[in-house]
């Protein structure tokens, strides 16, 4: 699986092939759309929380000139909710805007994300289960939340076949 923090994104080709090699694992949307239209075209800066032990991640946040979305990953297939995450609580404090996605990826979703960003400067983006998507937004109780979930009775993300996206 291929983890954020593991991604080079110094130059327009390297974010290029990342694009390129996310299309070939089948997604389409979500963390292609925020590069190729938010990092790609230079209109905000992406910094992603390798896991769940992860320090608040301050230096890198305060060398970016530009508005930033700040992505946990939250969706993988040991989803936890907030109280496991080392950075949550900072996160939160961080953020001018949080936006928690618990639903199945759609373009919209993440051009709003792109679009808090260059408002407020600071856009937290939760990426997570249906299960925790409201545990999240309790956890985070942030003023400027934007909480995105599946409709009742479906699950996100969907069960997956060994080694699959979802």
Do not use: N
Not at 95 to 116: F, R
């Amino acid at each position: 699986m291929m983890r954020l923090a593991d991604l080079d994104l110094s130059t327009p080709d390297a974010i290029r092939h990342v694009i390129a090699r996310l299309h070939t694992l089948g997604c389409t949307t979500g963390l292609p759309t925020i590069l190729r239209d938010g990092v790609l075209t230079g209109v905000c800066g992406l910094v992603g929380i390798a896991g769940r032990d992860t320090a608040f991640p301050a230096a890198k946040l305060s060398t970016l000139r530009k508005p930033t979305i700040l992505l946990v990953g939250d969706d993988d297939d040991a989803a936890s909710g907030p109280l496991t995450w080392r950075c949550a609580k900072q996160a939160g404090r961080w953020a001018g805007a949080v936006l928690i996605h618990g639903a199945g990826p759609e373009e919209a979703h993440y051009h709003a994300a792109i679009q808090a960003a260059q408002i407020t400067g600071r856009m937290l983006l939760v990426e997570t289960s249906s299960q925790h998507a409201m545990a999240w937004g309790r956890f985070l109780a942030h003023p400027r939340t934007l909480l995105i979930q599946t409709r009742e009775g479906v699950q996100h993300p969907v069960p997956r076949a060994a080694g699959g996206l979802h």
